[in-house]
């Protein structure tokens, strides 16, 4: 009961998300002004789809016995 928290999922899901994309354009923003693209991010996929090469840091690769 009570009233919403002003954090809940619905909101800081998705507020989440954009910050961390920011954190990727930022670290990828060398290759994209060199190829003159910007990101171009398909959310429901959770891919970057004009630039491969910066999917390597939207999820982690677990050592080997460590798994989600």
Not at 16 to 44: C, F, H, W
């Amino acid at each position: 009961g009570g009233p919403r928290p002003v954090s809940n999922f619905d909101y800081a899901g998705p507020l989440t998300e954009m910050i961390l994309l920011g954190n990727i354009a930022v670290r990828m923003s060398l290759k994209t002004q060199e190829k003159g693209l910007r990101l171009a991010y398909d959310g429901p996929n959770m891919k970057v789809t004009d630039l491969p090469e910066a999917n390597e840091f939207l999820h982690r690769q677990y050592r080997n016995g460590w798994s989600l």
